[in-house]
């Protein structure tokens, strides 16, 4: 979605902004378009609803707490023209008629385990596979399927919690958790999360928004151009786990230490075994960054609009996608149909079957300990 401004309508955008971030409950439409009624209803037995967090810059998150959602993250193009750049649904029947991962908070595990299984104080513990023979994002009863408890302390924030119950999706403890959304003036988006568990168990979270910075959610990113702070990669098996190495991204096309377009890397060597495997990149990068939220972890430019957005991270690595599975198939917020290839994500992580590679930092969180994880996501412009 595209709203037209010139210096004068900036000036009155930002003050009607600060109004509907205080709006009146009976005043339900968003900047991006959304009507929150069409996010009120019950699922599993709880109420599901629409939330708002936004900045006087302008900048708009919209989130559901159907499994923990950005729906719609407004921020202006280089012209002032204020733009949705991820992928989603209108209403919630988009989300829960159709399991997705659509701008999802991915729990108890983020992407995939092998076999569904993985060895505790030697003890195999056996989980819901819902991806051929493998769990993937906390199997069929992940969190991208839950209802979270929602509080907004102000505008600016929105804090979600979920408790996770022993033996949800077959992983051990009961995990509270709890993920918070806040914008700030930088145009920034932070999320943070926290777990705590009762007993001995495994947690990796992320989210699984699909950014399309051009605005235009149907059009291609292969023309974007993406920095990745990383110089190695953990490649795939032909059932797409990890094999336990990791590999130099220099000469193939997972090398993104400079900045590339998308398209440009994928015709370095389109035979590439590992791209065939997953029909494009779906790759997790071993980041350069050394846990360090302050180092820049990756930076992905859309020349249509200006609108850069840059990814900062504590986490030791990041799953890049580029919508290979997308087909056409689903439409979203404006009638966009959501081809191959028409958004990328960059979900900050451990790495995937973690806890079956003791060579990779551990995903294990102990009874007493707090997980911890901070992902920003900051958005400027190229003029």
Same mark, same amino acid.
């Given at each position: ?20 971030? @205080? ?45 923990? %959602?950005?729906?719609?993250? /407004? ?53 819901? %596979? ?56 930088? @145009?920034?988006? &932070? ?85 065939? /495997? ?18 820049? &972890? ?26 290979? /599975? ?58």
């Amino acid at each position: 979605m595209t709203i037209p401004t010139n210096t004068l309508a900036c000036g009155l955008l930002a003050v009607a902004l600060l109004i509907a971030c @205080n709006q009146e409950p009976d005043v339900q439409r968003t900047q991006s378009g959304l009507d929150k009624r069409d996010f009120q209803t019950v699922v599993n037995g709880d109420s599901t609803n629409l939330y708002v967090i936004c900045n006087a810059n302008g900048m708009e998150v919209c989130i559901t707490n159907y499994g923990g %959602r950005i729906v719609s993250l /407004m921020v202006p193009d280089a012209t002032g023209a204020f733009r949705d750049v991820v992928q989603g649904f209108a209403n919630i029947d988009g989300y829960t008629t159709e399991p997705s991962s659509f701008g999802a908070t991915m729990g108890r595990f983020a992407n995939r385990i092998n076999n569904g299984q993985f060895v505790l104080d030697g003890d195999t513990v056996q989980l819901d %596979r819902n991806n051929g023979a493998h769990t993937i994002h906390g199997g069929g009863d992940g969190w991208r399927g839950q209802v979270f408890a929602a509080r907004q302390p102000d505008d600016s924030t929105l804090v979600l919690t979920y408790t996770s119950p022993d033996g949800e999706s077959g992983f051990p403890g009961e995990v509270t958790a709890s993920v918070t959304f806040a914008v700030n003036s930088r @145009n920034e988006l &932070a999320i943070n999360y926290e777990a705590e568990t009762t007993a001995k168990t495994i947690i990796n979270l992320t989210n699984h928004s699909f950014f399309n910075l051009s605005g235009n959610l149907a059009e291609t990113v292969l023309d974007d151009i993406l920095y990745v702070n990383a110089a190695g990669y953990t490649p795939l098996d032909s059932t797409l786990i990890t094999t336990g190495e990791v590999s130099p991204v220099a000469g193939t096309p997972f090398d993104f230490t400079e900045p590339v377009s998308i398209r440009t890397a994928l015709a370095r060597d389109p035979a590439n075994t590992q791209l065939q /495997m997953a029909s494009g990149i779906d790759h997790n990068f071993v980041l350069n960054t050394g846990g360090s939220i302050d180092e820049l &972890a990756a930076r992905l430019y859309a020349p249509g609009s200006g609108i850069v957005m840059e990814v900062y991270t504590d986490e030791p690595g990041m799953q890049v996608y580029t919508g290979n /599975m997308l087909d056409g198939s689903r439409t979203g917020k404006g009638n966009a149909r959501y081809g191959k290839q028409t958004a990328i994500c960059l979900e900050t992580q451990h790495f995937p079957d973690a806890p079956n590679k003791p060579q990779w930092p551990t995903t294990v969180l102990e009874p007493g300990d707090r997980y911890t994880s901070t992902c920003i996501y900051r958005f400027s412009l190229v003029k």
